[in-house]
């Protein structure tokens, strides 16, 4: 019996039924979601300057602890991004293929929840 520590690892969870301990990454090809916790101390840490998308499913970004705001790029252009703020506790369910970022209001531990096939980042400068 070994726990497994969520800030060094993440968890797949495998079309198969099985779940195994794993390398946090932003993208995988082989069809598993993927959990993964982070302690985030600036936006540096959230990729704040970078667009992110998944295309093949829905995400869940959970505030575990601090406060973190997520931001949806309009899809339009000239539109407004939208923001949902997070405070610790809740979370936010970001549609699948919606260009997303996320920005902190504290030193925070957060959770994402998805299937990471196909992830895509984009510089915000380019958007």
């Known amino acids: 019996m070994n726990p497994i520590d969520m800030f060094a690892s993440g968890l797949t969870f ?3 039924g099985d779940v ?3 390398e946090r990454r ?3 090809g082989d069809g598993s979601w993927h959990v993964a916790t982070f302690h985030v101390e600036t936006d540096a840490d959230v990729h704040a300057d970078h667009w992110e998308m998944h295309p093949a499913a829905e995400e869940a970004v959970c505030c575990l602890s601090g ?3 997520i931001y949806l790029r309009p899809e339009e252009p000239g539109g407004e991004e939208q923001m949902a703020a997070l405070p610790a506790g809740h979370a ?3 549609p699948r293929g919606l260009w997303h970022r996320l920005e902190l209001d504290a030193p925070s531990d957060i959770m994402s929840i998805g299937l990471r096939q196909g992830t895509r980042l984009e510089p915000r400068a380019a958007s």
């Open 14 to 16: 495998h079309p198969d």
């Open 67 to 69: 406060g973190v705001r």
């Open 26 to 28: 932003m993208t995988t």
């Open 20 to 22: 195994r301990a794993a």
């Open 92 to 94: 936010f369910i970001v």
